[in-house]
């Protein structure tokens, strides 16, 4: 082939190869709007993310200092639109894109907390953005294994599946829903998850070669313990609000298995949703990983065949806090809410 | 506010996500129509969990004196931005907004406090030139 026929082919795949992907993009659709809130005032720094319900493949965004947000290259499909953010409350489903499709969908948020002094919108955004934290290697016990010691955040949740409820659980959220959550367990200063970490305060974790303590400031009982000796779990456990915890080190990873819940406490690490049911079949499987100094990764199993169609799982990620501790948290000193908390 | 391009996706399913709050739903307790302003002093102060609160005195227009009961975030979540316990002190004369609680007690969520030389007060944190502290 001459040199003129070899310029002429590449020029051809070139073409073909820039036709094509045109072709693809313009098969794509988009989801554009403005997110405001009840008041109508434009929100910015919002997240937003569209869940493919088929592949369940997230796209995200944030909305703009205008608070405008655009959502592209969707595939052609069938998406839930939601906004993962604490004090905030939005989520449409069904929302059906067609390709080369532009939708117009305006985002008013419910705003959860009433923008309450001290929780308002800049407290709850916090919990979702990532705390500077120092540049270092993963440090190492005496042991060898890495050192999940320290004091960390309120786990941030990524990509989170969504949840496939039986029957009588979904209707246990959207009654929940309905009622605003007013006989969560939190609310009366009962715990409030099945997870190692609280998911609405710092976090200190304290590890040895044989146990391992996570002090859980805003939750209760406040702590949570894991035996890393070998033992199994006892064959006669009494189902308790946060189960009984073993692990074990696979590696650089540390795997803790819980079992013996009661059906009390919820699972809160859901984004939107605010809180789950489960039952006593829940058995919890939590991976921990310490890929650096500033962070510590979670991957969480929840498989409870009795709520789930299938066992969910769920990655989250707490920052390394460097100026803080954990405090005193006495939550029936002044619980005045109780006897208020009307629902709708 | 008006639609850019395309058009409104029909909803097919809104799905009633529950409220996501650090210790109880606002929603379940307090009315979120029912946005209020009261002026009043300042009787009481408590920093206490899982709620901060302080309690001031409103006069009606016939002279009638009623205290009411101002739910603030945590003593912990308050600190953490820079407030203190005396941030607002007993004597203090304030304009608070509010949202007033469902059940018809003389209870209310608090979402702005004002002091009566205009400074705000929980508001934010304590170094964004707020002086009280």
Redesign the interface.
Known sequence: MGRGAMCALSVAVCLFVCAFAAFAQGERGAI???V?D?D?AVVSGVQIQAVDVKTGTIYKTASSATGDYTLGGLPAGTY?L?TPV????Y??????VQAA??????IQLV??????????R???AAYESPRATPNAATPRAPDGKPDLSGVWSAPRIVDPERPNMLPWAAAV??E???????D?P??H?LPDSVTMLGR??VNRVVQTPTFMLFLN??DVPGYRQVFLDGRGHPKDLDPTWTGHSIGKWEGDTLVVDTVGFNNKAPINWLT????TPHTEKLHLITRFRRPDLGHLEMEVTFNDPGTFTKPLKMKAISDLVEN?EV?E???N?????LE????K | MKAKMGFLVPVLGLFLSAPVFAHHSFRAEFDSTKPTEFVGTVTKVEWFNPHARFYIDVKDETGRVTNWNFELGSPLALRRQGWRQDSLKVGDQITVECYLAKDGSKMASATKVTLADGRKVFSGSSTDGSPTQ
Request: hydrophobic share 30%; charged share 25%; with cysteine.
């Open positions: 554009t709007g403005a405001t009840q109508g839930e939601s604490l004090g905030f409350r989520r449409q489903q069904n929302v059906v499709q532009t939708l117009r969908i305006d705003d959860t907390s009433l923008n309450t002094l001290g929780e308002d800049a407290f709850f959220i959207k929940e829903a309905e009622n605003y959550g007013k969560f939190r609310a200063c609405f305060s400031e805003q939107v949703g605010g809180s803080d405090q948290w006495i939550c000193e002044n619980n005045q809410d208020h908390l009307v629902g």
